[in-house]
């Protein structure tokens, strides 16, 4: 099992920018992959940013695609989201997840995916 992480949410106005991260401990998160979901109350948890045990692939929500950048360091059991242009509507706590490889970053993006590990989540507050 891995333990799960985020940190470096907070208020910024919209705009700006915010790189939040997810420290892994336990077991490796080499072999897993590892993504991003954000809620808003009364919502439910979207996966919005995918990207797999090598680097090599990644993938975006259309609502983040061009101002967001997942990556990880696998040695270091860390994860990142690099968040630029923030808008308001991207208010919402964000969770990082480890999940199935089986699933495929197809799933975290459409839904359906098995996530075997979730963070506390980090909030992230954009004003406009």
């Known amino acids: 099992q891995v333990h799960l992480v985020e940190s470096g949410g907070g208020s910024v106005q919209a705009g700006g920018s915010l790189r939040l991260s997810c420290t892994a401990s336990g077991a490796s998160i080499s072999g897993k992959i590892m993504a991003w979901f954000r809620q808003t109350p009364g919502q439910e948890r979207e996966g919005i940013a995918c990207?797999?045990?090598?680097?090599?692939?990644?993938y975006y929500a259309d609502s983040v695609a061009g101002r967001f950048t997942i990556s990880r360091d696998n040695p270091k059991k860390l994860a990142f989201l690099q968040m630029s242009e923030l808008k308001s509507e991207d208010t919402a706590m964000y969770y990082c997840a480890a999940v199935r490889p089986t699933s495929g970053c197809r799933r975290v993006i459409t839904g359906g995916a098995t996530v075997d590990d979730w963070g506390q989540g980090t909030q992230v507050t954009v004003s406009s």
């Open positions: 990207i797999y045990a090598g680097g090599g692939s990644t």
